[in-house]
């Protein structure tokens, strides 16, 4: 779970401090920068596994190496990722590992250079791997929180030392040096130990935590390492998500919306969620498609495929080819959600793209149900795991808490003597985020953003949601809302 992100010089990422909920909603217009952040966040994650080049190549525009950075000419990003991390994971030869610390931060600094043929290359400058203690955990995780919802994500560290740090040396210039932080015998405890890998900077192709590989070694940074490996950004495709898949096929939703039948099949067979799997998914469907009667996976032997179906209340039973692009996009989700090994930080831009605007609601308590519920403690049914969508229409901002919610706001800055157009991401005046103060939007942006979105003639909407806070005001006219 990403809980803040900051990003200094990366596209127009000027200076942007974002704090993240479970759940969050970056509105605003298009070409306002909500893709950018994205960007950032895919960025970060394809660090953790890639070198420099084809992680830039991931993502948009990152053909061209200077595209990436604010300017250019200084060439410089920085980030720093405050995360919670599952306390046990694998490493990439299936060793078990477990984290000193499950509340970290990650801090990255990369240099644009160019060579005398003009090419262009990224530098590493500076990276750092930390712990956060466990008693700044309930001021640094800014939203709201039970305290066994906290208790049960961040475990404290006995450790002194980094996970990895930065140093300087005389002949070699920085030193990036990843701190041992051994798995040890079960009769011996596990504090760590040995001494540190040390790499120069300057020839390194790629982040010292992608290296990161064996617990048996770095276990701390392996599963932060996986943990930056499991942020994606969704981009559901029709033909993705209509896909037969085979016996073989990955059981693991991918970010383009393949292999639901085959997620659908290993959870048929896990104790934890087989007895009531095809009810409950029939039971989320029914609030996109009211006719569901029932879903399964049809498993040929004969071609060893897995196919999706959906019968509705006549009886007429519908492969996912048959269905429509707004439906088999909810049918993932619901798997997602229904899925308890399903985590991480999960990006997508417009949820609303292919659902009647009637229907917008239904998707939007389904992405609610995939985020953690930060009310209860973590276990399988309710897992360490985030969303952040993006959207540019009012009718979705209306239904969401006003908590969550978080507006791209466009301004104009001077960098490095030329103009440059960034962007801010402020919270409403009310929210937690606007308590931390790091400004909020005013109401009159908000209202302007919302004006003219058509509501029922009275307040039936939840208390807290964006549109019963400026109820009154969207009723007058828009010359008249700056006289409230």
């Known amino acids: ?42 960025f970060l994650s394809h660090l953790s596994d890639k070198t420099f080049v084809d992680a830039a190549r991931s993502i948009r525009g990152g053909d061209d190496l200077r595209a990436l950075f604010t300017d250019p000419e200084s060439g410089r990003i920085e980030f720093r990722a405050e995360m919670v991390i599952p306390p046990v994971g694998f490493d990439d030869f299936g060793q078990r590992a477990e984290a000193s610390a499950t509340f970290v931060y990650y801090e990255l600094t990369l240099a644009l250079e160019s060579s005398e043929d003009g090419a262009s290359r990224i530098r590493l400058e500076r990276e750092e791997l930390n712990y956060i ?86 276990r701390t940074a392996v599963i932060v390492r996986n943990e930056m490996r499991s942020w994606r950004q969704l981009q559901l495709e029709p033909s993705a998500l209509r896909s037969v898949d085979d016996f073989e096929s990955p059981p693991r939703i991918d970010s383009s919306g393949k292999h639901v039948p085959s997620v659908l099949n290993r959870l048929s067979r896990d104790p934890r969620v087989a007895d009531e799997l095809y009810v409950r998914l029939a039971n989320s469907l029914v609030s996109l498609v009211e006719d569901v009667r029932s879903v399964r996976v049809d498993r ?71 985020a953690s519920d930060a009310d209860s403690e973590i276990s ?52 937690w985020r606007a308590k931390l103060g790091i400004g909020a939007i005013s109401d009159g942006i908000a209202i302007s953003y919302l004006k003219g979105l058509p509501l029922n003639s009275s307040p039936s ?24």
């Not at 897992?383 to 969508?389: A, D, S």
Request: glycine fraction near 6%; aromatic fraction near 6%; include cysteine.
């Open 461 to 484: 909407t939840p208390e807290r949601t964006v549109a019963a806070r400026y109820w009154k005001q969207l009723q007058l006219p828009l010359d008249e809302v700056g006289e409230e």
């Open 133 to 218: 203690a466990k008693a700044e955990s309930p001021r640094r995780i800014t939203f709201a929180h039970s305290k066994r919802w906290i208790d049960s994500v961040v475990k404290a560290s006995a450790r002194r030392t980094t996970f990895i740090q930065t140093d300087q040396d005389d002949r070699r210039g920085a030193v990036i040096r990843l701190q041992s932080d051994r798995m040890q015998g079960q009769d011996k405890t596990k504090r760590g130990g040995g001494s540190a890998t040390g790499f120069s900077a300057v020839s390194l192709p790629r982040t010292v935590l992608s290296s990161a590989q064996n617990a048996d070694e770095a």
């Open 300 to 370: 040929d032997e004969s071609r060893r495929a897995l196919r999706f179906m959906m019968k509705d209340k006549n009886g007429l039973e519908l492969p996912a080819g048959s269905l429509s692009d707004g439906t088999m996009r909810f049918v993932a989700l619901s798997v997602m959600e229904m899925d308890p090994d399903e985590g991480g930080v999960i990006c997508l831009e417009e949820p609303e793209n292919g659902i009647h605007p009637q229907r917008v609601n239904a998707m939007l308590d389904l992405l609610y149900r995939i």
């Open 380 to 431: 399988f049914d309710n897992p360490l795991r985030q969303v952040i969508i993006s959207t540019h229409s009012p009718a979705v901002v209306k239904h969401l808490d006003r908590d969550d919610v978080v507006f791209a706001v466009s301004e104009s800055l001077v960098v490095a003597n030329r103009r440059v157009r960034s962007v801010k991401f402020l919270g409403l005046p009310d929210s």
């Open 1 to 42: 779970m990403l809980t803040r992100l900051v990003a200094r010089g990366f596209k127009n990422l000027v200076d942007v401090d974002i704090h993240f909920g479970p759940f969050t909603c970056i509105a605003g217009p298009n070409g306002a920068g909500k893709s950018n952040l994205f960007d950032a966040i895919s």
